[in-house]
């Protein structure tokens, strides 16, 4: 049921990527929709939902826009692998792990899909990279910070219903 949610809101979440991002531009970054979703899940509510939103939502934003099909899906997945990783490693700071982690994978996760959009097409020119990357890793990183703690509030509440009452 959780899988089957999680492609759901993939496919929603994607396309509003491809719709509604571009215009929440601000100066050269724009926001990963998708690769928070699935990495903010994956910390918060564990690695299946995530990798079902990275694979779903990968290949429907592949779909939608004129990328190598797979070729997010992929970065997607090695991102919400790493996501994993990263949390069972950060037990603490519960409400600061999904924001951070989602910093530091943003980063990665972009010079990976480069590398893999550039062996399946022609390379990406960017004259400074990290002068593109760092302001997209911070604008991820702050909607991690709005959509992690409602997520961990929402898994929290959900824990408590599933309780047995004595």
């Known amino acids: 049921m959780i899988i089957a ?20 531009r601000i100066g050269g970054a724009q926001p990963d929709l998708i690769f928070v979703a699935a ?31 797979g070729s997010t899906a992929f970065t997607l997945i090695l991102a919400v692998g790493a996501a ?24 990665l996760n972009s010079i990976i899909y480069s590398a893999v959009y ?22 991820d990183a702050f909607l991690a910070a709005l959509i992690g703690p409602l997520a961990i509030a929402i898994r929290a509440r959900r824990e408590e219903e599933e309780r047995v009452g004595w």
């Open 39 to 69: 990495v903010v899940w994956t910390v918060v509510a564990g690695i299946d939902g995530g990798l079902a939103l990275a694979f779903v939502g990968g290949l429907t934003i592949d779909l939608l826009a004129p990328r190598p099909l």
């Open 5 to 24: 949610i999680a492609a759901i809101g993939a496919i929603a979440v994607a396309t509003l990527q491809s719709t509604v991002a571009p215009y929440l």
């Open 84 to 107: 994993a990783l990263m949390a069972r490693a950060a037990t603490r700071g519960r409400y600061l792990a999904p924001i951070a982690i989602v910093f530091v994978l943003s980063v």
């Open 118 to 139: 550039g062996a399946l097409r022609s390379p990406i020119a960017l004259s400074d990279p990290m002068n593109v990357l760092i302001p997209a890793a911070v604008y």
